[in-house]
């Protein structure tokens, strides 16, 4: 077995939170990994896993997993752990992170302390793995030989940079973006927003939602200095988002509107440029990449979340309405699993990327 085919111990931290339950589930039907250790709060240490967490998922608690006993979040407790996901809260997830990176572990977090770091690479695994070049220096200033974090996007902008960056690599750069998401609330976590506020209800904020998503697509889309020491994000590109919780457990839609730098190409052009786009992982033969980055439905009232969040085993994004926009120069409508893609599955997928790439 080749060392990028070899199964992997993981340690989850944040493991009793929702994103932390997503990667317990994930990992479990994953051939890849072997769930190893668990972290979590003071408050749930000491305990066995089904006693620490309150189940959240659809899918059953794994029975390998019901008696494995919560750890403090100490990389001393970890060892013999080949990767770290992290579903941590912003709030304690930095200190926590840089102490696993520091003691030469792999970290991939879903918390956005680290994104917008320079030397941090922000990937969504279908989009911009070339910013693994950033790893080396990492390890390097740090005297590191094994260690290095790298995060995953914002979930709402994880389905966003899907298309744009298969619409930029066809026709060239993209001037503005305007884009108005309709969030999920398994977005906002457990207890997440209180039932009054969001039964029969939209709830037009977001807090901090939406400057994420504006610095973030130009982070992603961009590339990386030459040197490989830094991101270059792109400076031309505007993004204007405006982000809205609605009533729906899981899928995050959104409705943008995009200009090209550029001559625009035709509608069936578009069309069957995100089609056709393709990544590396699905090359390098990646267990949770899809078969199909960017489904495009021609169905006039699709995507839609109940219908179309699960594309892909969640890691597809769904792109349908395409059509001529009257101010800018095309717009649609797309739908991304915002616990899969948008968490929980782009860390998994970015590991087994880093594995095959020979950086675990």
């Known amino acids: 077995m080749s060392s990028s085919d070899r199964v992997l111990n993981a340690g989850v931290l944040g493991a009793t939170g929702t994103v932390g339950q997503r990667f317990i589930v994930l990992l479990s039907q994953n051939p ?8 979590a709060s003071e408050r749930s240490s000491g305990k066995p896993y089904s006693s620490a967490t309150k189940w959240k998922m659809s899918e059953l608690l794994p029975a390998d997993v019901r008696n494995v006993v919560v750890k403090p979040c100490d990389p001393a407790l970890f060892a013999g752990c080949d990767v770290i996901f992290s579903g941590l809260d912003a709030s304690v997830a930095g200190d926590i992170e840089r102490a696993f990176f520091e003691a030469d572990f792999a970290v991939f977090s879903n918390a956005k302390n680290y994104r917008m770091t320079p030397n941090v690479p922000l990937c969504v695994p279908v989009v911009n793995t070339d910013h693994y070049a950033l790893i080396a220096g990492q390890r390097a200033e740090k005297g590191l030989a094994k260690g290095f974090i790298v995060t995953n996007s914002n979930c709402s902008t994880s389905g966003l940079v899907v298309p744009l960056k298969a619409l930029q690599d066809k026709f060239g750069p993209l001037k503005r973006v305007i884009v108005t998401t309709l969030q999920a609330i398994s977005g906002a976590g457990y207890p997440g927003v209180a039932s009054l506020d969001i ?134 409508t797309l739908l991304v699993h915002n616990t899969v893609l948008g968490a929980a599955g782009a860390s998994i997928l970015n590991a087994e990327y880093a594995a095959k790439k020979g950086l675990i």
């Open 32 to 39: 890849m990994f072997r769930i190893h250790s668990l972290g």
């Open 199 to 332: 039964l029969d209800n939209i709830v037009p904020l977001i807090s901090g939602e939406e400057p994420k998503m504006e610095e973030e697509v130009l982070k992603i889309l961009g590339g990386v200095n030459a040197d490989a020491s830094a991101c270059a994000p792109l400076s031309e590109l505007r993004v204007s988002a405006t982000c809205n919780r609605v009533p729906v457990v899981d899928g995050h839609t959104e409705c943008a509107s995009v200009e090209f730098a550029g001559s625009p190409p035709s509608i069936d052009e578009i069309k069957q440029c995100l089609r056709e786009y393709t990544c590396e992982a699905q090359s390098l033969g990646c267990y949770s990449a899809p078969a199909q980055v960017i489904h495009v439905t021609e169905e006039e009232d699709r995507p839609q979340p109940r219908l179309d969040r699960n594309a892909g085993d969640g890691m597809s994004v769904t792109v349908g309405r395409i059509r001529p926009c009257p101010v800018f120069h095309v717009k649609f």
